[in-house]
């Protein structure tokens, strides 16, 4: 059965740093998306991406934050330099589509990203 | 503001038993709702969908309900299994792609 991926499973990375995580999402998906979990809060909403653009972002989207669809098949997350409240699990998710409300999302397994 | 809320926070149950989880919500405008089960550790796996028209919707012993006028909805388990341990997720999306998702409520059956 087709899943997204997500690499690696566990970043560590010095405050200030920049990170890269990246998605592999379903092959015949059109819309890619990322969200994160600080640990023992609720999941967030980050960005939304369809068509090689931006479609929809959350205030937690600010300038640090970047998205990218560099072939056909990779996508990735990259935080141009990392707080200490970055730390979080990173899920990156996809669909088919984004019709009638169906647009059932598939999420990767998550990134944990620790900023020290 | 744009809000789901979960309860209860966590619940202990034991193998067979059913049970109820509840999600309230103040999203508006409102698309559909979702019910997820996150093990530990794991991405979100999706388990109904509800748009404003449905009122309930099955998948196998998960049974969601939807009440659109009293933002309301529910997921009930039936015939608990250990692995149903994991938290639940409403999420509420409010127009194309904004999702609000709930804090969740943490099940653990236990034998």
């Known amino acids: 059965e087709p899943e997204v991926t997500q690499t690696p499973s566990h970043q560590v990375t010095q405050m200030g740093q920049e990170v890269i995580l990246r998605c592999v999402p379903i092959?015949?998906?059109?819309?890619f998306y990322w969200y994160r979990q600080i640990l023992g809060q609720k999941v967030e909403f980050l960005v939304s991406?369809?068509?090689?653009?931006?479609?929809?972002k959350s205030e937690i989207f600010d300038d640090q934050f970047s998205v990218e669809r560099p072939d056909g098949s990779n996508f990735t997350l990259k935080i141009r330099s990392t707080k200490l409240e970055d730390s979080a699990m990173y899920f990156c998710?996809?669909?088919?589509?984004?019709?009638?409300?169906?647009?059932?999302?598939?999420f990767g397994p998550g990134t944990r990203l620790t900023v020290l | 503001k744009n809000q789901v809320e979960q309860s209860p926070q966590s619940l202990i149950i034991l193998e067979g038993k059913n049970c109820t989880l509840q999600?309230?919500?103040?999203?508006?405008?409102?698309?559909?709702l979702r019910w997820y089960k996150q093990d530990t550790g794991r991405g979100p796996v999706s388990l109904t969908i509800?748009?404003?028209?449905?009122n309930t919707k099955s998948n196998g012993r998960y049974t969601a309900t939807l009440d659109a006028d009293t933002k309301q909805s529910s997921l009930h388990i039936t015939a608990s299994q250990l692995s149903d341990s994991a938290s639940y997720i409403c999420?509420?999306?409010?127009?194309?792609?904004?999702?609000?998702f709930g804090t969740g409520t943490r099940l653990k059956v236990l034998a």
């Open positions: 998710a996809s669909s088919e589509s984004e019709t009638s409300g169906y647009n059932e999302q598939f």
């Open positions: 092959s015949n998906h059109l819309y």
């Open positions: 991406f369809y068509n090689n653009e931006i479609s929809e």
């Open positions: 999600c309230n919500y103040t999203v508006s405008p409102f698309s559909n």
């Open positions: 509800m748009t404003f028209s449905e």
């Open positions: 999420v509420v999306s409010s127009g194309t792609y904004k999702y609000i």
